[in-house]
């Protein structure tokens, strides 16, 4: 078993290593160990999963993952201190640590991971998520944890006042709920925002090609440019004029007079699409 770290025990190991969180990098570190195994009993692990945690920092989290999967991949953008060997020797042969940038991150560095699950720097939680679901179609699920208003925007369906860019893009490739709300008290430093969880669930894309993918993420960018505006309208720079734009819509069976903010994923497919063929 692991030997969780509490918050004594977080400050000194900081302490002797000489690190400090940093605002600058988004870095909460969780000091609680009844919170990381709740983050782990709601991944539902189990004994075959390898998994890829992202930003591990001094290892509160990873520690609680090692028993409960094959295979930990630590993927941080400095090499982070090794405290799984003085804190759980047993489990050490399970963890590898890849000192890269999770934003570029390929799977030739971290191999075939199953699952995603990390407590994510709140200033690239959505970047970081999409591009390792875009780079590792092995990983099929993922339990991260992020602020809490990102949480709502990343679970959001269509109609929220909160749907947006990320709810589509993250839509295309999973499901993604909010699970669980985590306190500000139980991170190091104490962030001025509450966290929370999202289950991520892989599930089939709309089309598995990449330029297909590109195309329907220019058609939602465009959507949420101008929110407050028609389709019609705000979709007129990307097709070339609001009359051709409405005709695509048309065409993809949506009405002109809607918002992005009431489509779903698979209608941006759809539209994409149809401007491919008209």
Same mark, same amino acid.
């Given at each position: 078993?692991? *030997? ?17 969180? %940093? ?25 075959? /999963? ?28 400095? !090499?982070? !201190? ?17 000192? *890269? ?49 990102? +949480? ?30 985590? !306190? ?6 104490? !962030? ?12 089939? %894309? ?5 330029? *297909? ?16 505006? %028609?389709?019609?309208?705000?979709? *007129? ?17 949506? /009405? ?7 489509? +779903? ?8 699409? +149809?401007?491919?063929?008209?």
């Amino acid at each position: 078993m692991s *030997a969780l770290l509490g918050p004594n025990e977080m400050r000194e190991l900081a302490s002797g290593l000489g690190i400090r969180p %940093t605002k600058k990098l988004g870095q909460n570190f969780v000091h609680d160990p009844n919170t990381v195994r709740r983050i782990v009993a709601a991944a539902g692990l189990s004994a075959a /999963d390898v998994v890829i945690e992202v930003g591990p920092g001094l290892g509160s989290l990873t520690l609680a993952l090692l028993p409960a999967c094959r295979r930990v991949v630590a993927v941080e953008v400095d !090499p982070v !201190p090794e405290t799984v060997a003085a804190r759980a020797p047993g489990l050490a042969d399970r963890l590898t640590v890849v000192a *890269a940038d999770a934003l570029r991150i390929t799977s030739g560095q971290v191999g075939e991971p199953t699952a995603l699950v990390a407590n994510l720097p709140y200033n690239v939680s959505v970047p970081v998520v999409l591009h390792l679901l875009a780079e590792l179609p092995s990983m099929t699920s993922g339990l991260v944890m992020v602020q809490a208003e990102v +949480a709502d925007r990343m679970a959001a369906g269509p109609g929220s006042r909160v749907y947006g860019i990320p709810s589509v893009k993250i839509a295309w490739y999973a499901a993604a709920r909010r699970v669980a709300t985590v !306190p500000r008290t139980v991170f190091w430093p104490v !962030p001025n925002v509450d966290s929370a969880l999202v289950l991520l669930t892989r599930r089939e %894309t709309p089309d598995s090609d990449d330029g *297909a993918r590109a195309a329907v993420f220019a058609v939602i960018d465009a959507a949420f440019a101008q929110r407050r505006k %028609t389709l019609r309208a705000a979709l *007129a720079g990307w097709a070339g004029s609001a009359a051709r734009a409405e005709e695509l819509l048309l065409v993809a069976g949506i /009405d002109p007079g809607a918002r992005g903010e009431q489509l +779903a994923v698979t209608d941006f497919s759809r539209l994409a699409h +149809a401007a491919e063929q008209v």
